[in-house]
């Protein structure tokens, strides 16, 4: 087995002609936080959503554990263990938390496992659990953003794909939510890639960072370094 969960290579995707992504390359350690960085418009969306199978990509290679997934339709993306929390968390409205949650393992054949995943979610994020009978809509957003990490976890995914986790929660949300993604990686073996405007709660979770420019991977190095390295900052994230 391969320390490397997921490579992509020259992935060019886009929206109608007009191609976002110009040939993304990119890997990723199992069990490891990616942190993907950039201006805005830079493609880190459009990368997310080429890489759950939301949009299909143009060309290029997207391979998950040795099998290359490129075209796969997201139910079967999702059964790989492809998990995808989109900007806005997608979190449904009219139904319960439960429900919400219940969606994230329907598809799953173990039900016994299915079940205590969702045990394992209701521990994890304790505020759920008084919330559970409630509506979608009735939740705050650090709730929704509970709501939605959770109905991820629930499908045990191996590959955890995060746009904007932070968007719109307060500064210490932010910090629990990081600190938990943490916690997955150390505990279950989860491996991340996220995507993030606050580019310094990002970079202090995770081990690698990849900074995006104009639709293409223009520098890969350690999370710390990114950080750290006042050139590196001033280069390529501009602060
Ligand atoms: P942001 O943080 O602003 O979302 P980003 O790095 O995630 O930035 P993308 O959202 O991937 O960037 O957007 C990249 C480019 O694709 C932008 O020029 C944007 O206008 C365009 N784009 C995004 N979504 C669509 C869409 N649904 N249809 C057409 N163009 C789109």
Known sequence: MSDDLLTVRGLVAGYGAGAVLHGVDLTVARGSITAVVGANG???????????????????????????????PVEQLVRRGVAHVPEGRGVIGELTVD????????????????????????????????RR?????????????MLALGRALVGRPRLLLLDEPSLGLAPRVVAQTMALLRRLRDSTGLTVLLVEQNVRSALSVADQGVVMSLGRVVHTAPAARLRDD???RHAYLGF
């Open 42 to 72: 830079a493609g880190k969306t459009t990368l997310l959503r080429a890489l759950s199978g939301t949009l299909r990509p143009a060309a290029g290679r997207i391979v998950l554990d040795g099998a290359d997934l490129r075209g796969t």
């Open 99 to 130: 429900e919400n949650l219940r969606l994230g393992g329907l598809w799953r054949r173990d039900r016994a496992d299915a079940r205590r995943a969702l045990d394992e979610v209701y521990q994890l994020f304790e505020p759920l659990v008084r």
């Open 133 to 145: 009978r409630h509506h979608g809509h009735q939740l705050s957003g650090g709730e929704r953003q």
């Open 230 to 232: 006042d050139d590196l």
